[in-house]
């Protein structure tokens, strides 16, 4: 009987450059064996579909549509880990073994160690390659092997690693070495189709692999160039809009690393911005993996005892946006539509909620999770816990930006701002970022009465948040 070798798909629905895939391919060839492809559907994403589970299990779907294109049927499995693997095997008597691009860090690490504990007991052998990053967190230390935890060092030190090959699908291999069989778990897979998929209603523009890849090359041929100046300016096109699909694993980071790489004598600095924003990701993917408790607990030490107001309403205010300061309106309102934020605007609604109301890290970052279609949870718990200042190589406690004036200088004529806040179109320019200064007959004519006061005080706030940090 020949051998099968199983790839578990997770976080990586692509063909192209998956480098689990490709061994396994690979080995089965070398074998003269047979492989399949599984998915672990795990109840505890099920409960309840919010924006990012929307979006992820709706790029699951496209994938399996993609394999059915391919003769390949994607085996969805429903239930508890063991319990997943259990079946696998049974379906499976002459598993040989499973292949699987790993995770290092958070919930997703905690369950590739159970499920390797299970392969090991099981005799089931265990491959597992680092697939979503350009580095993993092991790879770039300092010369007495210990962690880099400021980014500009460790940035250099990146850039003279060596970097990952891409693998080339051997696709007459993909289908011929396929082993085609009846599903695996059919009340699972009914479950998907009839259950979940029926609750993520969401109408996305571009999902998958081939939407992934038109992205990418339209960003490089058009706004790679000038990604430095206009990244920062949430109304322009000037971000890459690659991370979602970075995240569901639909384009691999190398293949974005390299086509980076190869416009840097054009792209000059734009191309280079963009490079560090890879090894940004590489850098909290680190980080995270070797303090697996930064996203309940704050990286730096003495830091660990802030006491964070506590304040329902005001939270509340945030998450809907309507604190009465646009910009930060504006952003919340766009995520809440989108399942996506600008990066500007996450540093600065991230400020206000932890600086101007002196509310918990750990909120927002929560918040982000069920909402952000990139949700990615070493990069999230990075960012918030920097702009909370008590991360590592975070911003200074002292540096609190001040939503009015970083409306005025990355959405000047508030364009933005009116897009996402509705009460807020017909506003003149001159009070676009303080709408509170128009008379009440300016806001009765401009329809603009709904829109909230300020609803604290910035510079009365500021110097609250750095009094409470000086005391620690």
Not at 83 to 98: I, T
């Amino acid at each position: 009987m020949a051998k099968t070798y199983a790839v578990w798909f997770r976080s990586d629905f692509r063909f192209e450059d998956n480098t689990a895939l490709y061994h396994a391919i690979e080995t089965a060839k070398h074998d003269d064996g047979k492989w399949i492809a599984f998915f672990h559907l795990d109840p505890i994403f099920t409960s309840s579909i919010d924006l990012h589970h929307d979006y992820f299990f709706r790029t699951l779907e496209d994938f399996r549509k993609r394999c059915v294109e391919r003769g390949i049927h994607l085996h969805i499995i429903y239930g508890k880990l063991e319990e997943a693997l259990h079946q696998l095997r049974q379906a499976f008597p002459d598993l040989k073994a499973v292949f699987y691009n790993r995770d290092e860090a958070g919930d997703a690490h905690s369950r590739d160690k159970q499920a390797e504990s299970w392969m090991e007991d099981n005799g089931v052998e265990l491959f597992s390659y680092e697939d979503a990053h350009i580095h993993g967190p092991q790879e770039v230390k300092k010369k007495d092997g210990t962690l880099y935890k400021v980014f500009t060092p460790y940035f250099r030190a990146w850039g003279r690693q060596e970097k990952p090959t891409s693998y080339k699908l051997d696709k007459d291999a993909l289908r011929s070495y396929y082993q085609m069989t009846d599903s695996i778990d059919h009340e699972g897979e009914n479950y998907f189709e009839k259950s979940i998929l029926s609750r993520c209603l969401h109408d996305w523009q571009a999902i998958g692999e081939g939407a992934a890849l038109e992205r990418l090359e339209s960003f490089a041929d058009t706004r790679l160039n000038y990604y430095k100046e206009n990244r920062d300016f949430p109304k322009t096109a000037g971000t890459s809009r690659l991370s979602p699909f970075l995240k569901t694993g639909v384009l691999s980071p190398r293949l974005v690393y390299r086509t980076a790489v190869t416009r840097l004598e054009t792209g000059g600095a734009g191309a280079e911005t963009f490079i560090q924003e890879l090894a940004w990701r590489d850098f909290y993917y680190m980080i995270h993996a070797h303090f697996p408790e930064s996203k309940n607990k704050e990286l730096t030490e003495k830091y660990q005892s802030m006491e964070w107001e506590t304040n329902e309403e005001r939270l509340d205010m945030w998450k809907k946006g309507k604190t009465g300061f646009p910009i930060v309106d504006a952003g919340m309102r766009q995520l809440n539509e989108l399942g996506w934020m600008h990066n500007r605007l996450r540093m600065v609604t991230a400020s206000f909620l932890t600086k101007d109301y002196m509310l918990d890290w750990r909120l927002g970052e929560r918040y982000f999770q069920g909402k952000l279609i990139d949700y990615d949870a070493s990069s999230n718990i990075g960012g918030w816990q920097w702009a909370a200042s008590v991360g590592t190589d975070a911003v200074p406690y002292f540096r609190v930006f001040n939503p009015t004036t970083q409306g005025k200088r990355f959405d000047p004529d508030g364009s933005f701002i009116r897009k996402y806040v509705a009460e807020l179109a017909k506003v003149p320019d001159q009070f676009i970022h303080e709408p509170a200064k128009m008379t009440g007959d300016l806001k009765e004519e401009t329809k603009s009465e709904s829109y909230p006061e300020p609803t604290v005080d910035h510079g009365l706030q500021r110097k609250k948040v750095i009094a409470k940090f000086k005391m620690i």
